[in-house]
């Protein structure tokens, strides 16, 4: 997790200091801007972000062989290993900047077709030509803007702000080169593919099996590392496996740490301290009340940059604990998030025929760049923490994609069981409770959900409400009218409100 800036064409020096000045928290500890012909490129990292210390002088990182080719990155390549292997890449600082830039040496723009396993925003400038991209699901942040014949791209909305109030999400799945040209590369399917031919106790398998590799591929612990647990079965399963990773490294008597958050003694809490009792881990449970939560709120809508309530509260919940654990001395944080999104985890979903089911499925991945992946990002980054989240794998999911609808949401007594061959992978080996949880949001869990919208709708007007809403129907209530009015005071009410994803529900 990583943070940059990049201005190409003719860019002013004060432009690119002022937009990598408000991005500061992405990344403390290692940082460089350097200057080519026609770009000015600014990039930071955490010290999670790289196995051993960074080489001073050379970020943005380039190679010494090919001095004009250098890389802005923020990602994580989930099949590293095999691509290193076939490319010849060393382990070590930059490793995945160096293969990126080797892919990008031997294919072009056809390096994208190797990173189909990796969350990436990245920026190559080679000499006089650029090219930028972002993953197909659009988990890693990236934003556009131009002002005197300049093209500008960065991690967060916040920066392009700062040059320009004409400011725009990078769509996902898309790349564009130093002409300006923005080109499709990938999109999600319109139809099914083909469904598996296998039987049902070997689709059980093969998840476990992806699952656990994908926890293997991207956990190593080399910095110190905790675990989100809110005791549903995403977040449960991740820790179970890293749990049994770090003891097969460490010994058996090596534990993890966990953070679990309420309001109140919420479900959340009980069950994260189910989960976290059977895996005996070092568990720490953070408490906290409506008066800590608006406090943060400002603080949340300014790095989340956004006003959707649904994100909103979950992204409250995830600040302040993720604002613990780095207190805790933890630095890199594992969280579920995805599960929902690959088995088909929401309830309302369940509303729909199984037949429908895929092109929902489908709807929901595609909430995920502008909505749901910002907190995964935006509250750790906050806070100086690398978040890993084994669960969004693209190895997994074009494996889920072909498993046959009622085995994401399979009828059973009378109803419809969420996530059910992603239950029953694990089944065996966690407690009943655990596995066969209802699903909740994390705000639900935590409490949130219910807490602040209530408040709010004491302390606004239904005047304020009503005003407001004319000019913006988006507004959909007085909780997201509170949320909105921060959030224009930071970023304005042009073109920033356009890039805000709003949630199917309140």
């Known amino acids: 997790m990583s ?9 002013e020096k004060s432009n690119i200091e002022a937009m990598f000045n408000v991005i500061k928290h992405r990344g403390p500890d290692y940082s460089g801007i350097e200057t080519t012909s026609r770009a000015i490129l600014a990039q930071n990292y955490l010290k999670a972000d790289h196995p051993e210390e960074l080489s001073s002088g050379n970020i943005p990182f380039h190679n010494q062989a090919n001095s004009q080719a250098r890389i802005c990155y923020d990602g994580q390549i989930g099949n590293w290993a095999e691509l290193a292997k076939r490319f010849g890449i060393q382990d070590g600082a930059h490793r995945e900047e160096r293969l990126l ?18 969350l990436y925003a990245f920026v190559i400038v080679d000499d006089d030509t650029l090219f930028a991209s972002r993953d197909p699901l659009g988990i890693k942040t990236l934003f556009l803007g131009t002002k005197n014949q300049t093209l500008y791209l960065a991690s967060e909305m916040k920066c392009i702000t700062q040059i320009t109030d004409q400011v725009f999400e990078f769509p996902p799945g898309h790349s564009i080169n130093d002409e300006g040209t923005i080109s499709q590369f990938s999109a999600l399917p319109t139809s099914p593919p083909q469904e598996h031919n ?5 689709m ?16 190593d612990f080399a910095w110190p590392t905790g675990g989100l647990l809110s005791g549903g079965i995403d977040s449960s399963v991740i820790n179970y496996l890293a749990t049994k990773i770090n003891r097969e490294n ?3 008597g090596a534990s993890l740490k966990t953070f679990a958050l309420g309001i109140t003694e ?18 720490h449970e953070v408490i906290v009340s409506l008066e800590q939560m608006l406090e943060v ?22 600040y302040i604990i993720s604002q613990y654990a780095r207190e805790k001395g933890v630095e890199v944080l594992l969280s579920g998030e995805g599960g929902d999104e690959v088995f088909c985890g929401y309830l ?43 669960l969004i794998s693209g190895k997994l999911l074009n494996y889920a994609m072909a498993i046959p609808s009622e085995y994401k949401q399979k009828p059973e007594n009378g109803q419809k069981i969420e996530k059910w061959i992603f239950r029953k992978a694990f089944e065996s080996e966690m407690p009943e409770q655990i596995i066969w949880r209802l699903k909740q949001e994390f705000s639900q869990g935590s409490g949130s959900a219910s807490i602040l919208p209530s408040y709010f709708e004491e302390i606004v007007t239904d005047e304020e409400f009503l005003e407001t809403q004319q000019r913006f129907p988006i507004v959909r209530s007085k909780e997201e009218y509170y949320y909105f009015k921060l959030f224009t005071k930071y970023f304005g009410e042009g073109s920033p409100v356009e890039t805000v994803g709003q949630w199917v529900a309140l």
């Open 101 to 118: 830039l080797k892919l990008y040496e031997l294919h072009g723009p056809g390096m994208l077709d190797y990173l189909e396993d990796a």
């Open 297 to 318: 709120l400002p603080d949340v809508i300014y790095y989340l940059e956004s006003f959707d309530p649904s994100l909103v509260r979950s992204a409250v919940a995830n």
């Open 348 to 390: 309302y979903l369940k509303q729909y025929p199984t037949s429908e089911l895929f092109t929902r499925q489908m709807e929901c991945l595609g909430f995920l760049h502008n909505n749901a992946s910002l907190r995964l990002d935006r509250m750790n980054q906050a806070n100086g923490i690398r978040v890993v989240a084994p």
């Open 3 to 11: 943070g940059f800036a990049v201005g190409f064409g003719r860019p």
């Open 250 to 252: 460490h010994g058996v």
């Open 198 to 202: 296998l039987n049902e106790s070997q």
């Open 204 to 219: 059980i398998q093969d998840v476990r099996s992806l699952i656990e590799e994908s926890v293997r591929s991207r956990v």
């Open 266 to 283: 919420s479900e959340d809490i009980e069950m994260a301290r189910l989960m976290a009792d059977f895996l005996e881990s070092e568990h």
